[in-house]
């Protein structure tokens, strides 16, 4: 079976056994079921109860969720593709490009606004009520949305400028590089625009930690759950951002088992796409002691306590 491998000057075409190609699908579309099971779930868990899907905190959290369920889908869907059609419609492939970095650049934007409302919360206790309304949740979730749609729409409005229309007719191999055909303006700008999110969202996780510290000092409380929260956001950032790092986890593999490509292109897909899913539910969701009241009664049935 055929496959692609991207180099730095061109993608290479390899050959892979149809076991090894079956055994590594099945591996990936396992994943995918477990892990959007468990955010199903999640979601199921947020519908169905007042107090849930009425907190901003919650609200925050399930959006990225959701979020996550998307790009997850999205991600096997293009790596079965691979496997089965290896190249696919350049339309259908361009929108699931868009919805994919659409859900990439919101997911820093999620945990930076979580540790905000978490910063209110333990700084402004007596007004986080009035600060952090359904309402303004709902604004700073379109907000979000808004800002991660923004560095997708250069390369889309490049793309219909400079490219004929039977090229969106067209079959192609899926993947940023062969869609978005302008590889200088297109590096740049990702690596404008990605370090731009990532200072911005790390400036604001050590902000917060540090006034929830100091908070806690002056009033001689504690604050251990608040400043848990947000290391774990920051663990969260630290894997989203493992997306960023795809190349240099690539060619660091490559460099330590250069005979093995294939396998290490699989391995960085694992870590880039699969590892960040799989852990956020955990790290977040269900260490949270009242959503894991309500959430184990439909993963383990067992009804949750009055």
Not at 9 to 30: D, M, P
Not at 246 to 253: G, R
Request: glycine residues 0%.
């Amino acid at each position: 079976m055929n496959f692609s491998v991207e180099t730095n000057t061109s993608i290479v075409l390899l050959r892979e056994s149809l076991k090894s190609a079956l055994t590594r699908n099945i591996i990936v579309v396992t994943l995918c079921i477990i892990i959007s099971y468990i955010n199903g779930v999640m979601v199921h868990t947020f519908l169905r109860h007042e107090i849930l899907n009425e907190d901003p905190r919650y609200m925050l959290f399930i959006h990225m969720v959701f979020n996550d369920i998307i790009q997850l889908t999205i991600a096997v869907m293009l790596h079965v593709f691979s496997y089965v059609f290896y190249t696919i419609n350049m339309s259908f492939c361009c929108l699931l490009l868009m919805i994919a970095i659409f859900c990439t650049q919101s997911t820093p934007l999620y945990l930076a606004s979580m540790a905000i409302e978490c910063y209110i919360a333990v700084c402004y206790p007596l007004r986080h009520a009035q600060i952090c309304t359904v309402r303004r949740t709902y604004v700073l979730i379109a907000l979000i949305c808004t800002l991660g749609a923004l560095p997708v729409l250069p390369d889309l409005i490049v793309l219909l400028a400079m490219d004929p229309l039977n090229f969106f007719h067209s079959t192609v191999l899926c993947i940023r590089e062969t869609v978005f055909k302008h590889p200088i303006l297109q590096k740049k700008k990702k690596e404008i625009i990605d370090m731009l999110f990532l200072v911005s969202v790390w400036c604001i996780l050590i902000y917060s930690y540090l006034r929830i510290v100091m908070a806690a000092k002056a009033a001689k409380s504690d604050s251990q759950k608040a400043r848990n929260t947000i290391i774990l956001h920051a663990v969260q950032l630290l894997m989203s951002m493992l997306t960023y790092l795809a190349t240099t986890i690539n060619n660091a593999l490559l460099y330590t088992f250069p005979k093995y490509i294939l396998e290490v292109k699989f391995t960085t897909y694992l870590i880039v796409q699969i590892l960040p899913r799989f852990f956020s539910p955990f790290i977040y969701g269900v260490r949270d002691q009242t959503f894991r009241k309500y959430l184990r009664k439909y993963l383990c049935n067992i009804t949750p306590p009055l």
